[in-house]
């Protein structure tokens, strides 16, 4: 249908006729799908069409007579994406949804998956799309409040949800993961999903499976993510089997996207719970003899935040390293004095670079939630002989350091913040780009500086001997007080004439 032929349809009150087809009953299947198809052709891409006369003539059960023609005999795929757009057209309205919901129509729209897997040849891309389209209808509703009312975990169609994880079809698993994953909202769900259910080893079977497909994979780390957000599920999920399983996403040939959802799922594991610290710990090889023994799997995340190129990962990275040095910190408290050294002493000393992905959190601008909690973790490490020298070889940088010289003194010393221009596509930062009032600026300014105050005094009272004569004097002068603009250039000037002469 031409453009200008839309709006005069709707206008003309045709539009209004065709939504009344809908609401008539024992019409047949085939004049049905055709008044489907001029409804869909009239309201698309016609905004002001659509909102005038929408679907406001139509009572709240014409959304299931829509779904029952994807029952009918004889319906072409072509048409059965048709209907599918038409009822996710429905799905905008919430009288709608709650019909939709109330009658079991999710149930009918699941099987429809089933229905359009071919039994001869392999799936095409029009199948695809039009599973696709039942997916995301599915996924969508299964966020809404009634969806969990009239779904409980214990709910036939959830049984149905969970066999469909192990099933070879991907979308399948893609939408099993999606709905479940939107049922995992509340602390209670997550808990008899882990412990009732042991849905997590499933997930583990998804994600440890050669033939699993990206898309898959990602929906079952999202899911898995939100099974670890209740602290009581983070030491059952979080086991050797689960580290290396993760761990094994880290690989160079890896999709970033799956990278990135695997760190975030990573951090959620390690948040509060020392156990799954210690996990990523261990060796990789019990073997004393084996080179990989003197290698963790904290140091195979290190060696991804070398590698990849994708931001968003990086600064996952970065975020799961202050996790780590937070939950130890916070462990001291319950554990023994030995016990809390011996990791601290085991993540330094085998993690050499362990506070380069911190560098990256405090050497941007664009997300000053991010760029905190580097400084916060930053200072917790150098409270430690071994934490102040990992520290103190970031700050060696001379556009590492200028960043520290800017945030005491409040001066722009010289350009040395690092643009962050990636997009941080996929990313939960709770660093992102949001608007703050000028006082809740100024607050996390005053916290950063005073986070590297304590850097800067904790790094000279145990490094200060291995520092060079300039650096200490500059640093010394740091924790004087204000400084002024020219004071802040001219300490800089100072540690670049360090460099040159180096």
């Not at 100024?442 to 916290?447: G, L, N, P």
Request: charged share 20%; with cysteine.
């Amino acid at each position: 249908m031409a453009d200008s032929w839309r709006l005069p349809f709707g206008q003309s009150g045709l539009l209004a006729l065709f939504l009344r087809v809908q609401t008539i009953q024992g019409v047949e299947n085939g004049i049905l799908i055709q008044a489907l198809k001029f409804i869909g052709n009239t309201c698309a891409d016609t905004d002001l069409s659509s909102s005038q006369y929408d679907l406001v003539a139509c009572p709240d059960d014409s959304v299931q007579t829509v779904v029952k023609l994807l029952q009918g005999d004889g319906v072409e795929l072509d048409d059965m994406l048709l209907i599918v757009n038409m009822i996710s057209t429905f799905l905008q309205h919430e009288r709608f949804q709650q019909h939709f919901v109330e009658h079991d129509l999710v149930n009918t729209l699941l099987k429809t998956i089933d229905m359009s897997i071919p039994a001869d040849r392999d799936l095409d891309e029009e199948v695809l799309s039009f599973q696709r389209a039942v997916t995301q209808i599915l996924s969508d509703i299964s966020a809404t409040g009634a969806f969990a009312k009239r779904y409980p975990i214990d709910s036939p169609f959830v049984h149905d949800l969970i066999e469909r994880l192990a099933s070879p079809q991907q979308q399948l698993q893609i939408c099993s993961c999606l709905v479940l994953g939107n049922l995992a909202r509340s602390d209670a769900a997550c808990r008899d999903m882990v412990n009732r259910l042991n849905l997590h080893d499933r997930l583990l079977e998804i994600m440890d499976d050669q033939k699993t497909h990206p898309q898959a994979l990602f929906a079952a780390l999202g899911f898995l993510r939100n099974l670890a957000l209740p602290a009581e599920n983070k030491p059952i999920i979080g086991t050797q089997r689960s580290t290396k399983v993760i761990s094994s996403f880290w690989s160079v040939d890896v999709n970033p996207q799956i990278q990135h959802a695997s760190v975030a799922l990573l951090r959620q594991l390690l948040n509060g719970c020392i156990g799954n610290v210690r996990w990523l710990l261990e060796s990789l090889s019990p073997d004393p003899d084996s080179p990989a023994y003197e290698k963790t799997y904290l140091s195979l995340l290190l060696l991804l935040f070398r590698r990849t190129d994708d931001v968003a990962t990086k600064f996952e990275t970065g975020r799961t390293v202050a996790t780590i040095c937070r939950c130890i910190s916070s462990s001291s408290q319950g554990l023994p004095p030995e016990s809390t050294t011996a990791i601290w002493h085991r993540l330094y000393g085998m993690h050499l670079d362990i506070a380069t992905p911190l560098a990256m959190m405090i050497s941007q601008s664009r997300f000053p939630v991010l760029r905190s909690e580097g400084w916060f973790a930053l200072a917790l490490m150098a409270r430690l002989d071994e934490g102040s020298a990992a520290v103190s070889e970031v700050f060696q940088q001379l556009d590492v350091f200028g960043v520290l010289v800017s945030t005491i003194t409040g001066q722009t010393a010289t350009s040395t913040e690092r643009p962050a221009t990636a997009t941080m596509s996929g990313s939960d930062s709770s660093g992102s780009s949001i608007d703050r009032s000028p006082e809740q600026v100024q607050e996390m300014k005053a916290k950063d500086r005073e986070n590297a105050l304590v850097l800067v005094n904790e790094l000279l009272r145990h490094t200060g001997d291995n520092l060079s004569d300039i650096r200490r004097s500059v640093m010394e002068d740091l924790l004087r007080g204000p400084q002024s603009p020219e004071h802040a250039q001219e300490l800089m000037s100072r540690a670049q004439s360090e460099e040159r002469l180096e």
